[in-house]
Each structure stands twice: as C-alpha cells, then as structure tokens.
C-alpha cells in the first residue's frame, strides 16, 4: 500500500482504504479500481490523495506510521477544543492536556521509532494536522535530548498550540502564499503569535514555557526571526525544537509556501544548523525524521532506480529498496532488494514523484 495524489492516478490502481466522508459515509470501498474520472470527482470533493494497491506497492512495509495514528486519535478533538475556544468563547482549553499526554504516550511506546512523514494531506486539515505533527516531532526531540517529563509535557502542550494565533488574523491563512504576498498581508500573518499568545496569557493553567513557544516559535538564532528578534541563549529551549519541527512540517507539506520533498527540506534545515537553528535540536531532528518514506521512489548514485520498502532504524537515509530499474533503464524480472545500511558505497541522489516514474 502507498499514498498517490490523486493528480498521478493513472486508472489501473486499486484501493487500499476505504474513503470515508467527514460525515462518515463510505465513499469508496477497497479493492475497488480507481478509474481516473473517480480520481477527479474526489478531488472536486476536495480529497488530494489515496491509499493504493498496485505494482509498485508490492512489498513496502505496512508497520504503524505514528504521523497517521496521532492524527487519527487527535485531529478532531484538537480542532474542536481550538475551535471553541477562539470562535465561540467557551470551551476547556485545558483539555488540550489530555492530547499532550496521548501523544507523548506513542512516541514513548515506539521507542525506535523514525517519524516517517507522507507529505500528502487533505487542504481541509492543514492546520490540526501541521499542530499534531510538530508536537509530535517536537517530542521525539526533547526525550531525545533527555529533557525532564515535565519540560516534555510543557513543549508538547505549547507545540500543539503554537499556532492558533492564526485563527485570529485578518487575512486568509488557509490560501496564503508567502512569496506572493504584499508585505502589509506578511506582517498581518506575523502577529499570529501576538494573537495566540495574547489569547492564553490569562490561562494559569498553562506552562509559562507552553506560552513562550506560542510566542516565539519564529524566533531565529541570529536574530532574523519574530516578533523580538531574538538571539542564541535568549529563545528557550522549547521554541528552539519547535522552530525547526515547524519550518519541516510547513516545507514538507507546502503550508503557506513552496513544497519541498523531505529529504530537500531536511538539506535545507542542516544548512541552518547553528544560523538559524539551534546546532543540538538539528542533530536530534536529523536523527529521529525518515528522509525518505517508505512508498518513495529513488534514485542512486549508480543510476538505479528503486521504492523504499521499510526504514532502518538510526538510519534516517539508509533505507532498505526494492529495485525497479538499472542503471540502463532496464526494469527487473526479479525480486531484488538492497540494504543502504549494509551497502555503504551506495546513496541515494534523488527521489522521484510517482509520476515522474514509468
């Protein structure tokens, strides 16, 4: 099984889920074929990708990807509790605790889990989803560096709040594209978390140190961040890991600006190593995210082609592949698989959207 956008359908694929409305009527039943003209239904209905079962799929490994449980658990009692208390002006905020602890809870109970991103989700969920995602990851990193339970549960409960400062601009965020916005509509998005800080400051409740990462998870090491231009030893450690988890999740899955394919985003964030981010949270980061999923096409460095079937663990970007083509294009009769983490002269170069493959 393995996500396709909807775009990439090519007609032949079956379904590997059933597709379920908000609703919770049964679209889609698996095992049915995915004619194109479905393909364009679902995306008027406003679906972006599917679960498929097809040829490239055979073999990758179906093992609980903790992006997709947490979200199942969480997205909508996060959304609810979010959303009444900024529309309606009641609603337990505090409730959001319950969400910290279940989060933390499956990370501690996936001791060896890489956060294996998919980079595909539906426009309707952006916001809930991008929150659940960067506590997520947010919390892989603190217990990674051995912070206190307490400093964890802090960083999970702000992390899944950073930004609901956002539910409060006055402009369209959902449609927001940074680099062709006027600067008025950018410095309007920036009080997001002038907003979001603003609304909470009076919630005793809530960790001084939860509210300083809703307050400055923007902020930068060499000071090119908002809204203080913080530097270095200034921004906490709780908005230092929350500021890389968020620039990952906004890049990976194009939040506002251009998307980028993991394993780019994550060159970009290694190349602001101790610029813009802290040096530590990068290393931990680097270690603990899957750069390339399992489902993604590659290429290496001998011209092969190949899916990666399943991750090594402490191997961000060494996974295990089946093999598609050689190096002349050739397709492979066989079952052939090759461990990056035994085959050390090999790497990966490249990773291909599944249409740019045939």
């Known amino acids: 099984m393995r996500k396709v956008l909807l775009d990439s359908i090519k007609g032949h694929e079956l379904l590997a889920r059933d597709i379920i409305s908000d609703s919770g009527i049964i679209i889609m039943t698996a095992g049915s074929p995915v004619k194109i003209e479905y393909a364009k239904k679902l995306k008027e209905l406003g679906y972006s990708y599917i679960c498929v079962e097809d040829e490239l ?18 997205q909508e009692v996060v959304r609810d509790i979010i959303d009444r208390y900024t529309y309606q002006g009641y609603g337990e905020l505090e409730e959001i605790k319950n969400i910290a602890e279940t989060i933390i809870c499956d990370i501690i109970n996936a001791p060896n889990v890489l956060y294996s991103i998919s980079g595909i989700r539906k426009k309707s969920e952006s916001t809930y989803a991008h929150s659940l ?3 997520a990851m947010s919390v892989l990193i603190a217990l990674r560096m051995k912070l206190t339970r307490e400093k964890v549960r802090q960083i999970a409960i702000g992390s ?13 965020y959902q449609n927001f594209n940074y680099l062709k916005s006027s600067k008025e509509e950018q410095k309007e998005l ?10 909470v400051i009076k919630e005793s409740w809530l960790p001084a140190a939860s509210k300083d990462i809703i307050l400055c998870h923007h902020e930068r090491n060499d000071g090119t961040g908002f809204p203080f231009h913080k530097k270095g030893d200034k921004i906490k450690i709780g908005s230092k890991i929350v500021a890389v988890c968020d620039t990952f999740d906004s890049l990976t899955y194009g939040f506002m600006m251009p998307k980028l394919k993991v394993h780019d985003t994550l ?45 090594n663990s402490k191997c961000p970007t060494r996974p295990v592949l089946r093999m598609l083509t050689d190096a002349s294009g050739n397709r492979y009769d066989t079952w052939v698989e090759r461990d990056l983490k035994a085959e050390l002269s090999v790497v990966i170069v490249d990773a291909l959207d599944a249409e740019d493959y045939c």
Do not use: W
């Open 57 to 74: 799929s055979k073999g990758i490994n179906e093992e609980e990807n903790i992006e997709e449980k947490i979200k199942e658990e969480c």
């Open 133 to 135: 995602n960067v506590s």
């Open 160 to 172: 899944l709040l950073h930004d609901m400062g956002y539910n409060l601009v006055k402009i369209d």
């Open 190 to 199: 920036m009080k997001h978390v002038v907003y979001g800080y603003s609304s």
């Open 267 to 311: 060159d970009y964030i290694l190349s602001q190593a101790n610029i813009k981010f802290d040096f530590e949270v990068v290393n931990c980061f680097l270690e603990l995210v899957a750069a390339y999923p399992n489902g993604t096409i590659v290429v290496t460095n001998e011209g092969e082609k190949g899916i990666v079937l399943r991750q």
